[in-house]
């Protein structure tokens, strides 16, 4: 663990796109471009690297940081999400599930490739999205490691960062990760806060369309969302 109290919210996606998902939080493209645009205009815009360089104590953060993340890879982020990030210059990390790409609704390893030439940070979401707290010691090491080696093949660069789906992790699995050579972890909004912060399970604040507007936002970065959101146990 890093010996501080705080750090700059981390805002994380699903999907992108008109039609809602049961399954999976969706925010339309026309909320998205509006939560962008406020982010742009009254944040931050910081990537998860300049994040976790600042808890290794190398280098300083601007007011009102804030961090943006995607989970799983579906195509409607390319679609729809990944113009928006480039119109208004914020920089994102993507954490794609490793045996998905490719496949029908997925990213394609061309899109992959394009998109980290132009910023977006790939980091992995498992091999194959698996609850890791329910594994066994050796299938979680297969989730973290072959999903990093494949994404790494795949992209032809480093993959330093794994959100856990879900959210889960116990110490156990923690320390996979950690051996895995991944430099960070992202959870969920998930335990209560730690007097010091925890690299290997990042809070992140799940986004829906109706942070849409200038309040929406400000009460998600502001610090206070995630001291009155009912928490549960990481597993």
């Known amino acids: 663990m890093t010996t501080m109290f705080w750090y700059p919210p981390i805002l994380t996606y699903h999907r992108v796109h ?15 471009e509006q939560q962008m645009a406020i982010l742009a205009r009254r944040w931050r815009s910081i990537s ?22 995607f989970d ?35 990213l394609t390893w061309e899109a992959l490739r394009q998109m980290a030439r132009e910023g977006i940070a790939i980091g992995s979401h ?39 789906p879900g959210g889960g992790f116990t110490p156990a699995v923690q320390q996979a990760v950690r051996e895995a050579g991944y430099q960070a972890a992202c959870t969920t909004n998930r335990g209560l806060r730690r007097f010091s ?17 200038i309040l929406g936002i400000w009460c998600r970065c502001c610090g206070y969302y995630s001291t009155l959101r009912r928490r549960r146990a990481p597993s």
Do not use: K
């Not at 049961?22 to 026309?30: C, E, K, Q, R, W």
């Not at 579906?74 to 790409?101: H, K, M, Q, S």
């Not at 066994?136 to 330093?160: A, F, I, K, N, T």
């Open 72 to 106: 799983d890879g579906e195509d409607n982020l390319g679609t729809y999400a990944w113009p928006l990030l480039r119109r208004y210059r914020i920089p994102a990390t993507l954490f794609v599930i490793a045996d998905n790409v490719g496949r029908p609704g997925f």
């Open 197 to 213: 912060v925890d690299r290997w399970a990042l809070r992140r604040i799940t986004m829906h369309a109706s942070a849409g507007s």
């Open 18 to 32: 008109a039609e809602v998902a049961t399954d999976t939080p969706t925010v339309s493209p026309a909320a998205f």
């Open 126 to 164: 498992t091999l194959h999205h698996a609850y890791l707290p329910s594994l066994s010691p050796d299938q979680v090491q297969d989730e973290v490691v072959q999903s990093r080696q494949r994404l790494e093949q795949g992209l032809g660069h480093p993959v330093e960062f794994l959100s856990y």
């Open 48 to 69: 998860l690297n300049t994040l976790v360089a600042w808890l290794d104590r190398r280098g300083t953060l601007p007011r009102r940081a804030v961090v943006v993340t």
